[in-house]
């Protein structure tokens, strides 16, 4: 089993398609770690972050420009939302990771049953200041992959291919993730599509290569029978960018007045704050926090 995590990329058919690999199990496991999240919604979220990481590095073109996807199936996990950046980096949340897949359909868990599929995948993109471009489609599947690959023909005309896994161990702990972004551009002859579809449906889920030691590039390498042209890979790592000073900020837009109010209310020696994409806690003492605001005046 490897264990790095990077996501490489590849044309092929002279650039007429483009694809994207990635092994992501440490990045899958350090968010099944931060967040608590039961099997069900160990893939759900880990599909999820993939999906970004993978769109991510298909549409964005500066390190510090971002994506998120935002999945409402109405099912028992509630919110699905994960963010990457242009660099690789990823973080995401769930609202109820204590959730159970309702079963198990063919050795998989049944990641519908839990994300629901009744609702609405979004994906917004922050490209600098004032540049945010958002589109949403219906959820096809509630599988994620589907979904992704759905918005990717839809909103941005791309026929796209996404096959991404998560292998969650019976103790909770994430085994293997990852997986790959097959995107069709104008130009393809009928018979080359049709070939590019026949190889990914006769491809073994993305977890079953990755257990068996397939690296990203080796998964390209079923895709295109060995035709293509590998282009640049970068590494992919779990980061959130919250810190001790954003929520310093936060408490000064709070006002005195509700700071007042915490402070009365809680009775603590400190306060807890904690950032909801990792978990992260931060404290802060009465005396800490009025020496914020009177900072801030
Ligand atoms: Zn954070």
Known sequence: MIHTDYLVRATALDERVR??????????GELQRRHDTYPGATAALGRTAMGALLLGAAGLKEPEHALSV??????PIGRVICTANGSGEVRGLVSNPHVHAPS?????????????????LSVTKSLGLRDTYQGTVELQSGEIGDDLAFYLARSEQTPSAVGIGVFVMPDGRVEAAGGFLVQLLPGLEDEEIQEIEARIATLPH?????????????????????????GSSHPIRFHCPC?????????????????????????????????HF?????????????????AAR
């Open 70 to 75: 935002e999945v409402r199936g109405g099912g």
């Open 206 to 230: 993305p977890t079953k290569l990755i257990r068996e030691g397939v690296t990203p590039e080796g998964i390209l390498d079923q895709i295109f029978g060995g035709e293509y042209t590998l």
């Open 104 to 120: 198990i359909r063919e050795g998989k868990l049944n990641v519908a049953g839990v994300v629901g599929t009744g609702g609405y």
């Open 243 to 275: 810190s001790r000073e954003r929520f310093e900020a936060a408490i000064v837009s709070l006002g005195q007045e509700e700071v007042n109010r915490i402070i009365e209310e809680e009775q603590e020696p400190r306060t807890e704050v904690v950032c």
């Open 278 to 294: 990792c978990n992260e806690k931060y404290y802060f003492s009465p005396t800490e926090m009025q020496e914020i605001l009177a």
């Open 19 to 28: 694809a994207f690999a990635l092994h992501a199990t440490d990045v899958v």
